[in-house]
């Protein structure tokens, strides 16, 4: 009886007490005791060491750096802090650690394959608002796909840093020594098979010479058009049209006398006329190949993605994002931060000498002076018309969880049928029925 | 019989304090459970993190609560629940605004620590239970609770909410580790419900046996009634009695007044025929004095009566201000017997109660008649003044006197009636007769002003 039946005033203290809880509980929630405590503004950024696009790289703090002297020569009140020496394969945990122990940094980096999982657990602030105050930033200085990246259901979480599409790498010296003429940029995939066919004809002279490397299920079943998994890769539809004439088009590519290859250096070989390749590893390659000036005796360039019979020519962009944390304290400071990383020209800039792939930014990736400098600097041509053409054709590759182990599901499906003989739609029909199975398995 | 009833009520308390404990044990247990889950969680996140693990448990629960969070939420969540819960309501909006803040809290309570059987939907189902409404509404709380209870115990909140998936952390230990705290936690639910069970038939005992004392109340309720009753009556015969003494009062007044008034003319008038009869032979001419002196004496006794009459209606006194009915006593008097009658009041004779009223003017009336009819005064002097907090009447003629002082009727009802007040009165009859009355004065001296407006109006 200690605890009830008290006088009625002692009512309200209890319910205003209770009601000071509850506030206290929401303020717990909102963080406000990191408010409290906090002195002068900090800005954490969570950054991983090398590079994303798994090339080698010296230069992994440079561009950020750069980045934070110049937003701290525009916000001296504001310091900028980063943790050095994250490897890209500890990143994410990392950043899990962080979200945890409720020390997320403000404004972080997303790989495009995490940006799914940051997403579900509400790790990233939505930043429509940003966008929509601010007058200095503009979404149409972005190539429009990679804006997609950090976009879900019309709300912007992440602003693209860098990205990188993926390519069709052609050996020139080869094409021409067998007199074949490359298409134009919206060439299909008969174009590709043609020249295929006619570089894999063996003559007498020539030595082992092969039409395509690499070329896979993925970059067929983008070219055509497929869309495979829905949001969240809980369902897979492997019984289109467009798969079937993936499939047919793939297994044409392996049936010519010099189809398939297995060493993957064969395009450096110089004996193999097409691979596909992101943009990244193209200037890595290059780079580091007109620096030593002896890798490869022939002369490589790119172009787009040969069009499916019922596609386009689409190439499968990489996107690296900026996204700023749900909890930051300083939001408009981390909006501010992410702007410098993503719409200084200046900044966007140091990606063509510090990195590997190309600016999100139209204006900086197609500038011609930009592309003089590369020319001379690195011998990296860039092509405005073709790598506009792909970008703006290019497609956002949906990630999701246990991707890997579901595309090697999807990867063996594609195979095994090559393999088989038997009819494809009824292959692809019990094919279909496998992955489901095994995407139930995996929830 | 008190005895007795001390009895049953520790017997009351006892069963009272049976069921407030096991809803306090319920409380503690709850409380336990809340502690115990949300420690283990917050201490197996904490280990995910420890073993670099961090991000296969983010991408497999969704989690995005910072780990110490959980516990601390949870508890002050508990708390405010508490404080809710031990708030006494007074009526149905009161009741129905609590379980809707109680509710609230439990949701929050079961997102934040995923406690997947929300046995504390059973410490508000317990809470309503305690309080004093009727059944069929109690059922609709009931039906209703089991409703929000079963929301909450399918997995439909889990699919829209993003609640902390407990078994999900909980692989952090190894495999034994873990069936022995879910174990841990099944047996405490299961406690918890016993203790529910427990409480619920506790408490329809007690108020089984509230019940029972009710009707005991009630019976002893009528009982004392009944008595009541019976006082009432003999209360009415009372009054009865001293009714029928009032009317025995009154008829001994009127016998005295008609011994004052009628009597005494009639008394004269036959003595005074008497004479007459005896001297109409003897002397006519002075048989004619005679009778002219009769035709007075008879005359007189008509006013007398005429005033009695007067004086006896009550309202004779009450339509006049007391003074004026004095004044018109002594204009009455002085028009019809040619006394000359001095009046003389140096104080104001407002604010005294009907009876006092009564006993002056009668006391003023009683003597001028008196000083006329025995003492054959042709003057007489009232004077009224006021010493201190006595009122004193002074009541003096120029009669004949008297040197033994015979106590008749009315000078023994004068002082009946002073006597009555607390009023003393004096008489002396050696130069004429004077008699002196002195009533104690029982109000105050003011508001004199206002009382002469009322009696006006009264007029």
Redesign the interface.
Known sequence: ?K???EK?IR?RY??I??FV??I??LL??NNFHKKVYERKKVLRVGVFTGSYWNRYNGNSYKILNDAIAEYEKKHPDVSVEYVNGITRDNY??W???K????DMPDVFFVPSGDFN?FL????MKNLNGFIRKDKDFSESKFYEKTLLCGKNKNSQYAIPYECSPTMMMVNETLLNQNGIMLAGKDWTWSDFYNICEKVCVRTSTSIDQYGTINYGWKDAFTSNKVKLFNKNATKCDFTGNNIYESIIFLERLSKLPQGRVTSATDFYKGIVAFEPMLFSTYRSYKARDFGTNNYTDFEWKYTTMPAGTSGDNISRLDTLCVAMSDDTLNPDAAWDFIKVLTCSDKIQKEIFDYSEGLSPLREVTEDDDLSKYMREEYGIVLDKVIISEVMDNAEVQNRF?NQEDIEAEVGNAVNSILEANSNIQMEQIIWNRRINDYLKKLK | MTFERSIEASAEDRI??VS?KLF?LMLLFNGIIIIFNTLITSHA??G??KE????S???RC???I????IP??AI??Y??LL??L???CHNHIELISKIW?EGM?VC?IVIITGITYNIIVLLIFADVMRNRIDWKKKLIYIVGLTIFDLLLSSSLPATYL?ITPVSVIWTYYRKDISSALSGAMNMMFLINVFIFILYMVFLTLEQMSEKERIAMLYKELSKANAQLEDANKRLEEYTEESVRAAETRERNRFAQEIHDTLGHALTGIVTGVEACIMLMDIAPEATKEQLKAIEEVARQGITDVRQSVKALRPDALERLALEDAILKIVDETQRSTGVKIDFECSTSLMNFSQDEEEAIYRIVQESVTNAIRHGKATEIKIKITRENELLKINIKDNGIGCGKIHKGFGLHHMEERLNLLNGRLEYEGSDGFTINASIPIRWGNSDEDGNIAEVKDND
């Open positions: 009886m605890f009830f039946g009625r009512r209890r319910l007490l209770c809880l509850m206290f509980v717990l929630i994410e945990e950043l899990a650690e979200m945890v122990l409720g999982i579900n657990i509400g790790a969880q | 009272d304090k407030d306090e996140i904490y995910f993190v670099g693990d961090a991000f448990l983010i991408t969704q989690l995005n910072v780990y110490w969070k601390s939420i002050m969540l708390i405010g404080l809710i031990s708030i006494e803040i809290i929050g993003n």
